[in-house]
């Protein structure tokens, strides 16, 4: 069907990456996410932000959160 459902998702990457590395990594998300039929329809990049708790010995990562409409499927 032609039923879109809008997804969140936020995304949490690591905070050694260079910044072309950080655009990058969204960028594939992105595309990802087109090429199973969604559309991005907001990116909001928050950067930098402090874990609640920490993963893999880091205390910080760098956030971003997509809006996305999909096909449930």
Known sequence: ????TQYEVMV???PNN?????????GD?????ESLGGEVT??????LRDLEYRIKRE???FYA???FQ???T
């Open 1 to 4: 069907s032609m039923f879109k």
């Open 12 to 14: 949490i990457l690591s």
């Open 18 to 26: 260079t910044e072309a590395k950080q655009k990058k990594m969204l």
């Open 29 to 33: 998300i992105k595309k990802h996410i």
């Open 42 to 47: 907001q990116e909001d990049v928050w950067g």
């Open 59 to 61: 205390e910080q990562g």
């Open 65 to 67: 959160v997509m809006l």
């Open 70 to 72: 999909a096909n449930p």
